[in-house]
């Protein structure tokens, strides 16, 4: 391939072959991307067209469904039915968006004392937005979707990895939308932090990890700009003693390994009533043994490779200090992990508690941690000690009991008797060191919108 300065290489991490090469954006295209933008018009668009726009890009998505799944596969190692299936969740968010936007951008207007109180859903203007590799495709719909339904334009600055897909995310959306209403930009972090302050950009979103999630929000907030942020998480996964322990142990898995294991809202921390734990582990351990490490281009694979050597050596290490410090792998699937490519074997590692590497640190792979808990209480103890609060999971054959648990866990969203997963339909967000703000839904589209409101008396004596 052919380089001429600096930009990214995008590599296949199955294999650690070279893919792609995209160089680095100059100065003057970055101004001419931030000039688009901010002149597309979109923001004067009506709801109608904002409904047309989105169920094309739906059609987009279905008619290219294999091609952009294959490229997430190359690119970051996803198993090809998981990508399908990542393309298809997509379409599901254009269809509810495409039923649903209007009422949400419908004005809402109502007596106030006599006058007329209105309430209106108006764009921000252009929002600059910085993703992560591990749903190329998911990230953008769930984070963009509802802020280029709001009437902003988009400006993506997208994980470096899947530079590829990024090209297809902009190639689609003007596809669907026109010119300038989403554009995306290779450039390096220093840029990055530049084009927030860009007095062009008036929002700015962010999901990744909190040490950078925090410079973001640092350099948003220096300009008085609206950020949001969807961090790390560390989510718990509760057993309680009345559970049905062949079906949690189930879910457990599918919860923690799915996409490799590189999902904020895993079941990372696995935390098992005392009183079950030895029927809980004997129902998991058949099911990691069970998981095919291969090829992700393969249709039979369920977990393969990490999406970067650094993210594999990152594992290992937290795998190795957890061990160290008394924990004890109790169940892991067979992965070639001395062979190329960035392969790590899905584990699970039974630890003593929240001083273990495991639950102190985000594992951002397929790599579990699991305890227990004498009663009710210490496992929402132990749930609360991370300083993470994405999303969590319970357990139990009372579900009164366990929603009425979850809401003393300190998290964004509670799942009671299946798996944290988002929801077009549902607000998706953190708090603590998970970030702030909310994707998705109604509420996705009112955060990156000017919520204006006008009070309305009659004017008297006048003509």
Known sequence: MTRAGAGVVTVNPANGEELDFYPYATAGSVDRVLAAAAACGWGRSSPGERVAAISRLGDLLTARRERLARLITLEMGKPIRQARAEIDKCVGACRYYAAQLPGMLRPETFDLDGDTAVVRVLPLGVVFCILPWNYPWWQVIRAMLPAVAAGNAVVLKHAESVTGSAMQV????????????????????????????????????????????????????????????????SDPFIVLADADIPAAAAAAVRSRFLNN?????????????????????????????????????????????LARLDLRDSLREQRRQAVAAGGRVIAQAPAPEDGP?????????????????????????????????????????????????????????????????????????????????????????????????RELGRWGVHELANVQASRIRKAVGGR
């Not at 554009?183 to 840029?191: C, L």
Request: aromatic letters at 6%; one cysteine or more.
């Open 170 to 233: 902009e190639e689609i959306f003007q596809d669907a939308y026109g010119a300038g209403v989403l554009q995306t930009v290779v450039v390096d972090s220093a840029t990055a932090s530049d084009i927030i302050a860009d007095h062009r950009i008036a929002a700015v979103t962010f999901t990744g990890s909190d040490r950078v999630g925090a410079l973001v929000a640092a350099r948003a907030g220096a300009a008085l700009k609206k950020c949001v942020l969807e961090l790390g998480g």
């Open 261 to 305: 294991g590189q999902s904020c809202i895993a079941a990372k921390r696995i935390l098992v009533h005392r009183s079950v734990r030895d029927e809980f582990v004997d129902a998991i351990v058949p099911h990691v043994k069970a998981l095919t490490v291969s090829d992700p281009a393969d249709e039979s694979c369920d977990i393969g490779p």
């Open 341 to 437: 490519g960035a392969w790590f074997a899905p584990s699970i590692v039974e630890v003593e508690g929240r001083d273990s590497v495991l639950f102190s640190d985000e594992t951002f792979g397929p790599l579990g941690a699991l305890t227990t808990g004498a009663h009710d209480d210490e496992l929402v103890a132990l749930a609360n000690s991370s300083r993470y609060g994405l999303s969590s999971s319970v357990w139990s054959g009372d579900s009164e009991h366990a929603a009425a648990l979850g809401a003393r866990i300190q998290a964004g969203a509670v799942f009671v008797n299946t798996i944290s997963a988002t929801d077009p339909r549902l607000p998706a967000g953190g708090v603590k060191a998970s970030g702030y703000g």
